[in-house]
């Protein structure tokens, strides 16, 4: 099973919400990943998890909390988003951090701040 | 600051034809170039990658050209099909980093026509 799963797919929320985003992987990779990615532009890392430990948080804005439970889960949660916040967020996962081995995507949650 | 630069923005190839993408970078230290194809809705998936000291890589129908001296690298796609219609970006990791570096080229939308 070489996939990883995003739930939900799709995600509307008030910019007053508390909502989270969940990721699944299955593959006993190490590293799993929260990106950020706009219309017409390439993702952008937001977070990296290590062995479930938070190692590289690319200066995201705290309304974006990241959690890892346990090696399999990765969940981001959110709270006071604002419209501009709007985006696809996608998960991935690898072997390890400096592992250039591939890093598989998952289909991402289309998430609307209203 | 755009660490890989990549061109065209938009693409448009005959089905049957040769699509190329052209991605040229400045820093050194990457020693490791994947080649990420994102279909709409899904997430980036690696198409394939080649590391510098290696000036061409081929699998099935995807070819990487490298030119190490000129800091440019390039995707072919021979035979183009429909299916091949995506956003395709091309990537760069640091030397003694992994995943977690992954720099993205701004990403080409390729449509192949009938």
């Known amino acids: 099973d070489t996939e990883v799963t995003q739930t939900p797919k799709h995600l509307v929320m008030g910019m007053t919400n508390k909502k989270s985003l969940k990721c699944e992987q299955h593959m006993g990779h190490r590293a799993m990943y929260w990106y950020k990615q706009k219309a017409k532009k390439p993702p952008e890392l937001m977070f990296v998890?290590?062995?479930?430990?938070?190692?590289i948080n690319e200066s995201v804005p705290s309304r974006f909390s990241p959690e890892c439970p346990n090696s399999s889960l990765l969940n981001l949660h959110l709270h006071a988003l604002q419209p501009e916040d709007s985006a696809l967020y996608l998960c991935?996962?690898?072997?390890?951090?400096?592992?250039?081995?591939?890093?598989?995507f998952g289909q991402g949650t289309r998430l609307t701040v209203v | 600051q755009q660490q890989v630069k990549q061109s065209p923005q938009s693409l448009i190839v005959q089905k049957g034809g040769i699509s190329i993408i052209n991605c040229a970078y400045e820093?050194?230290?990457?020693?490791?170039f994947p080649w990420y194809q994102q279909f709409p809705g899904k997430g980036p998936a690696l198409l394939i990658a080649?590391?510098?000291?290696?000036s061409e890589k081929k699998e099935g129908r995807f070819t990487i050209s490298f030119n190490k001296s000129a800091k440019q690298f390039s995707l072919h796609i021979m035979d183009s099909q429909p299916g091949d219609s995506a956003t395709y970006f091309c990537?760069?990791?640091?030397?003694?980093?992994?995943?977690?570096?992954?720099?993205f080229g701004t990403g080409t939308r390729l449509t192949i026509i009938p």
């Open positions: 998890y290590s062995y479930e430990k938070l190692s």
């Open positions: 820093n050194t230290a990457f020693d490791y």
């Open positions: 991935a996962s690898s072997q390890g951090v400096g592992s250039k081995t591939e890093a598989f």
């Open positions: 990537a760069a990791i640091r030397a003694n980093f992994g995943n977690e570096k992954l720099t």
């Open positions: 080649i590391r510098p000291d290696v």
